[in-house]
C-alpha cells in the first residue's frame, strides 16, 4: 500500500512562511524522484519542485529564491520550506512521487492560503 501523507500547510500572512513535509510509506523511497504541485482554483495544476534521488532539484520561476526542497531518505519525507509568500502561492499543494521521470502516486494534498 504506497501512501503520501502533506501537512504543514495552513492560513498565513504575505510575507510569512510554511514548512510542507511529505511522509511516504510502501515505496522504496531513496529511488524515488519527489515534487510538490499546486493547483489553485481556476487554474492547472503546476509543477513547484522536484528532487531527483539523486538530489538535484528544480523550481518554478514563480517560486525561484523564496522556496527550497529537501528530503530526508531516513525520514522518507520530503519537505518543501516556503518563505516570503504571496496570495498568489495560495493553492492545494500536492506531493508526488515517482520513476523514470513519471509522477506514480500523488497525496491527497495541503491547504495552503496566504493572505494580504
Known amino acids: 500500500q504506497v501512501q503520501l501523507v502533506e501537512s504543514g500547510g495552513g492560513l498565513v500572512q504575505a510575507g510569512g512562511s510554511l514548512r510542507l513535509s511529505c511522509a511516504a510509506s510502501g515505496i522504496i523511497f531513496s529511488i524515488n524522484d519527489m515534487a510538490w504541485y499546486r493547483q489553485a482554483p481556476g487554474k492547472q495544476r503546476e509543477l513547484v519542485t522536484e528532487i531527483t534521488s539523486r538530489g538535484r532539484t528544480n523550481f518554478a520561476d514563480s517560486v525561484k529564491g523564496r522556496f527550497t526542497i529537501s528530503r530526508d531518505n531516513a525520514k522518507n519525507t520530503v519537505y518543501l520550506q516556503m518563505n516570503s509568500l504571496k496570495p498568489e502561492d495560495t493553492a492545494v499543494y500536492y506531493c508526488?512521487?515517482?520513476?523514470?521521470?513519471?509522477?506514480?502516486?500523488w497525496g491527497r494534498g495541503t491547504q495552503v492560503t496566504v493572505s494580504s
Open positions: 508526488a512521487a515517482g520513476t523514470g521521470g513519471n509522477s506514480d502516486y
